[in-house]
């Protein structure tokens, strides 16, 4: 099972500020990242600009889009990064999120929809493709140092 573990944003991570223990904590999330990548169990990871670097785009109909310049309010509600893991289950995820090396903050954790929960929805055929990409994703996939 593959998971999300969504970093959410605070005001110093909106500011787009690193705390002053910086260097500690990079070396920190060197650590913990290449722990999970000898584990197998990291496919990708990374920070995020503020969100004033970014932009929404919502929809009102196909093609019919308005976009919105960041910042955006709400910080609690906004993510600074993620973890893309995979898992057994949902209780070695959570043992890896509880193991991140955070002071504070919070971390959210949500499962990814897999090939096989469109069974019935999709043909055999998209599932298959499906499964081909998140193969190739996990076969590319960082490798510890």
Same mark, same amino acid.
Request: with cysteine.
């Given at each position: 099972?593959?998971?999300?573990?969504?970093?959410? +944003?605070?005001?110093?991570?909106?500011?787009?500020?690193?705390?002053?223990?910086?260097?500690?904590?990079?070396? @920190?999330?060197?650590?913990?990242?290449?722990?999970?990548?000898?584990?197998?169990?990291?496919?990708?990871? +990374?920070?995020?600009?503020?969100?004033?670097?970014?932009?929404?785009?919502?929809?009102?109909?196909?093609?019919?889009?308005?976009?919105?310049?960041?910042?955006?309010?709400?910080?609690?509600?906004?993510?600074?990064?993620?973890?893309?893991? *995979?898992?057994?289950?949902?209780?070695?995820?959570?043992?890896? +999120? *509880?193991?991140?090396?955070?002071?504070?903050?919070?971390?959210?954790?949500?499962?990814?929809?897999?090939?096989?929960?469109? +069974?019935?929805?999709?043909?055999?055929?998209?599932?298959? @493709?499906?499964?081909?990409?998140?193969?190739? *994703?996990?076969?590319?996939?960082?490798?510890?140092?």
């Amino acid at each position: 099972m593959r998971f999300l573990m969504i970093v959410k +944003a605070t005001p110093l991570s909106e500011r787009g500020e690193f705390p002053p223990d910086a260097e500690r904590m990079f070396a @920190e999330m060197a650590e913990f990242n290449n722990e999970m990548i000898r584990a197998g169990v990291m496919l990708d990871a +990374a920070g995020l600009k503020p969100s004033s670097a970014g932009k929404r785009i919502r929809f009102a109909g196909r093609g019919n889009t308005v976009v919105t310049d960041g910042p955006f309010a709400a910080t609690n509600e906004l993510i600074s990064g993620y973890w893309v893991i *995979q898992c057994k289950d949902v209780d070695e995820a959570l043992s890896w +999120a *509880q193991r991140a090396p955070f002071d504070d903050g919070e971390i959210e954790l949500r499962p990814f929809h897999e090939p096989e929960d469109f +069974a019935g929805l999709v043909s055999d055929e998209v599932i298959a @493709e499906e499964q081909g990409w998140r193969d190739e *994703q996990a076969k590319n996939a960082p490798k510890a140092p």
